[in-house]
T-cell receptor
Framework: KQEVTQIPAALSVPEGENLVLNCSFT??????LQWFRQDPGKGLTSLLL???SQREQTSGRLNASLDKSSGRSTLYIAASQPGDSATYLC??????????WGAGTKLIIKP | KAGVTQTPRYLIKTRGQQVTLSCSPI?????VSWYQQTPGQGLQFLFE???????NKGNFPGRFSGRQFSNSRSEMNVSTLELGDSALYLC??????????????FGPGTRLTVL
């Protein structure tokens, strides 16, 4: 059974820092992995989608990597801004084609 | 291009009632998935519809059902509501079934409160 873990559960850093969020999964038989952000009381915004055959994806200040063999993905945020404050979720599409979700990392960027 | 829309945004019901939630996907998207989000369980997959057919189903009781129409709009129904059904219900749409086509785009959610 696929399990997805996100560490840390919460993170608070000063503005301008580069930071890394972690996502690990137990079953390497995945189709893809997707990173989302969720603002309080709102839906999810897709950030990056990495196919199982890819190693990384980049969008602006965001870079996500995928290492299937070790069951890990990282989301790198460069030059963090207060507007980056949100909960970041990773989701893995496994062999049953369902999205399995991590519990999220709550990120606070202090001005 | 309009995003995924969900109606209603907020709903208050009492135990034993039933409720229907609606989701309109992004134009051209044929797949619609439903998720339940609660503080205790996080995000959990309910079901996915593609071209009017349920393609995948999570581990929820039969009280939770859904359907998809020919225009890809989807509805989710919950019968005999329980207190534990209080949650944010999220709908996501995607183009199709493979590669980058299954990138999911979410609506704002329907906040259901069961009293």
């Amino acid at each position: 059974k696929q399990e997805v873990t996100q560490i840390p559960a919460a993170l608070s850093v000063p503005e301008g820092e580069n930071l890394v969020l972690n996502c690990s999964f137990t079953d390497s038989a995945i189709y893809n992995l997707q990173w989302f952000r969720q603002d309080p009381g709102k839906g999810l915004t897709s950030l990056l989608l990495i196919q199982s055959s890819q190693r990384e994806q980049t969008s602006g200040r965001l870079n996500a990597s995928l290492d299937k063999s070790s069951g890990r993905s990282t989301l790198y945020i460069a030059a963090s801004q207060p507007g980056d404050s949100a909960t970041y979720l990773c989701a893995v599409r496994g062999s049953n084609y369902q999205l399995i979700w991590g519990a999220g990392t709550k990120l606070i960027i202090k001005p | 291009k309009a995003g995924v829309t969900q109606t209603p945004r907020y709903l208050i019901k009492t135990r034993g009632q039933q409720v229907t939630l609606s989701c309109s996907p992004i134009s051209g998207h044929r797949s619609v998935s439903w998720y339940q989000q609660t503080p205790g369980q996080g995000l959990q997959f309910l079901f996915e519809y593609f071209s009017e057919t349920q393609r995948n189903k999570g581990n929820f009781p039969g009280r939770f059902s859904g359907r998809q129409f020919s225009n890809s709009r989807s509805e989710m129904n919950v019968s005999t509501l329980e207190l534990g059904d209080s949650a944010l219900y999220l709908c996501a749409s995607s183009l199709g079934t493979s590669g980058n086509e299954n990138e999911q785009f979410f609506g704002p959610g329907t906040r259901l409160t069961v009293l």
